[in-house]
């Protein structure tokens, strides 16, 4: 943290930051930010930009029940929130049953045509046959499904390849889900299966994120080389320190599992914690513990856009330094997602997202909250 700096901004790209020791061009438009912290517009590591709060309407009906011109109308509103609570990025992983529309929004973004964060997306996101949902307890109803389903090994090939043709930045697997007997999570591809979507994601570019909650899930998606594990529920700090020795990033997530608590009767702050909550907690003091790099994303979309910052104030919570979090949500993810030569850190010759809260975040997370200032692309949406 640094006082009384100057950041000097042409067009969409930072010039000059540090103190007042350069010159600024004659016709130069000062904004005095006092009493305010400037941080580089803060990256979003876990979004459904085309889901709102499960209390609201359940996962199952939003897939079901409402058309995707409805879904795109709702995803339009939450990009506008999201950037305008100073989150200038989102990782958006998988459109939930919305094919490809997270493409089509972006570039309806890009194009200014509606106003709204960076975009890295995942389209379709891919699941084994038969595991994820929509599901009734009818086995003779075959639904439309929120992910791209695979069977075989080929065909997860196959449709890593048509995900990144048509558009996906991310490739998302999901490597577990709840298709144990008793409806426990279970792994729902082998290494060797996640190893082929690796290597053509990599040949291509692209990074892997997995979904798991389970250790094996998790044990797997290390040894075929994914970038980052999204949920970890499962993660022992062993696990965890395996990730760390392969350069492998947690996406946490606690807001996520603490809001479908809260959706299932939990009334926080009143009832004791639920097992699922208080497991949350021990395995992501492990994972801090074990030094894993750890990724700011909460699966927002199960709660509301625009209010990001609850996973941030979670991470804190849960025993991480205000400072950390606050890296966690720029260089970090930056980093991590293939994005640190564009965005993620105020310095010269990147892009000019940056945003000015009232206070110090990096004390009292809450203050993250407190935006009065988002800049994005150069471009002011906020004053
Ligand atoms: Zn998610």
Same mark, same amino acid.
């Given at each position: 943290?640094?006082?009384?700096?100057?950041?000097?901004?042409?067009?969409?790209?930072?010039?000059?930051?540090?103190?007042?020791?350069?010159?600024?061009?004659?016709?130069?438009?000062?904004?005095?930010?006092?009493?305010?912290?400037?941080?580089?517009?803060?990256?979003?590591?876990?979004?459904?930009?085309?889901?709102?709060?499960?209390?609201?309407?359940?996962?199952?009906?939003?897939?079901?029940?409402?058309?995707?011109?409805?879904?795109?109308?709702?995803?339009?509103?939450?990009?506008? *929130?999201?950037?305008?609570?100073?989150?200038?990025?989102?990782?958006?992983?998988?459109?939930?049953?919305?094919?490809?529309?997270?493409?089509?929004?972006?570039?309806?973004?890009?194009?200014?045509?509606?106003?709204?964060?960076?975009?890295?997306?995942?389209?379709?996101?891919?699941?084994?046959?038969?595991?994820?949902?929509?599901?009734?307890?009818?086995?003779?109803?075959?639904?439309?499904?929120?992910?791209?389903?695979?069977?075989?090994?080929?065909?997860?090939?196959?449709?890593?390849?048509?995900?990144?043709?048509?558009? $996906?930045?991310?490739?998302?697997?999901?490597?577990?889900?709840?298709?144990?007997?008793?409806?426990?999570?279970?792994?729902?591809?082998?290494?060797?299966?996640?190893?082929? $979507?690796?290597?053509?994601?990599?040949?291509?570019?692209?990074?892997?994120?997995?979904?798991? *909650?389970?250790?094996?899930?998790?044990?797997?998606?290390?040894?075929?080389?994914?970038?980052?594990?999204?949920?970890?529920?499962?993660?022992?700090?062993?696990?965890?320190?395996?990730?760390?020795?392969?350069?492998?990033?947690?996406?946490?997530?606690?807001? $996520?599992?603490?809001?479908?608590?809260?959706?299932?009767?939990?009334?926080?702050?009143?009832?004791?914690?639920?097992?699922?909550?208080?497991?949350?907690?021990?395995?992501?003091?492990?994972?801090?513990? *074990?030094?894993?790099?750890?990724?700011?994303?909460?699966?927002?979309?199960?709660?509301?856009?625009?209010?990001?910052?609850?996973?941030?104030?979670?991470?804190?919570?849960?025993?991480?330094?205000?400072?950390?979090?606050?890296?966690?949500?720029?260089?970090?993810?930056?980093?991590?997602?293939?994005?640190?030569?564009?965005?993620?850190?105020?310095?010269?010759?990147?892009?000019?997202?940056?945003?000015?809260?009232?206070?110090?975040?990096?004390?009292?997370?809450?203050?993250?909250?407190?935006?009065?200032?988002?800049?994005?692309?150069?471009?002011?949406?906020?004053?």
């Amino acid at each position: 943290m640094h006082t009384g700096w100057v950041v000097l901004v042409h067009n969409n790209v930072i010039e000059a930051a540090g103190s007042m020791t350069f010159k600024l061009p004659s016709n130069t438009r000062i904004i005095e930010l006092k009493g305010c912290t400037v941080l580089p517009g803060l990256i979003e590591g876990h979004s459904h930009l085309f889901l709102h709060p499960y209390n609201e309407v359940s996962w199952n009906d939003q897939v079901l029940r409402e058309s995707r011109a409805e879904r795109t109308a709702r995803a339009v509103v939450h990009a506008d *929130s999201t950037l305008l609570a100073g989150f200038t990025t989102v990782r958006d992983l998988g459109t939930e049953g919305a094919m490809y529309d997270d493409v089509g929004l972006k570039t309806a973004i890009e194009k200014g045509v509606v106003p709204g964060p960076r975009m890295i997306v995942a389209t379709r996101a891919i699941v084994a046959k038969g595991a994820y949902g929509p599901k009734y307890d009818n086995p003779d109803l075959d639904l439309p499904q929120g992910a791209a389903e695979v069977g075989n090994v080929n065909e997860l090939e196959d449709e890593v390849r048509t995900q990144i043709s048509k558009g $996906a930045d991310v490739v998302k697997i999901y490597a577990d889900y709840r298709v144990g007997r008793n409806g426990q999570a279970a792994p729902t591809f082998t290494a060797d299966e996640l190893k082929a $979507a690796v290597a053509i994601a990599k040949s291509m570019g692209r990074i892997v994120a997995i979904h798991s *909650s389970t250790a094996e899930g998790m044990r797997r998606g290390i040894e075929a080389g994914v970038t980052t594990i999204e949920h970890g529920d499962g993660g022992t700090e062993e696990i965890f320190r395996m990730m760390k020795e392969r350069g492998i990033a947690l996406c946490p997530t606690l807001a $996520a599992g603490d809001a479908v608590s809260q959706y299932k009767g939990w009334r926080k702050g009143i009832d004791p914690e639920p097992n699922s909550v208080s497991n949350k907690r021990k395995s992501f003091a492990a994972a801090l513990k *074990s030094g894993v790099t750890i990724c700011m994303g909460g699966d927002v979309g199960v709660y509301s856009h625009g209010d990001n910052a609850r996973e941030m104030e979670m991470m804190v919570d849960y025993g991480m330094k205000p400072i950390e979090v606050l890296k966690s949500a720029t260089s970090v993810n930056a980093d991590v997602f293939g994005y640190g030569d564009q965005i993620g850190r105020i310095k010269k010759a990147l892009l000019a997202d940056i945003i000015a809260v009232n206070g110090d975040p990096s004390t009292t997370i809450k203050d993250i909250r407190k935006v009065v200032f988002v800049m994005k692309d150069g471009k002011i949406y906020r004053q």
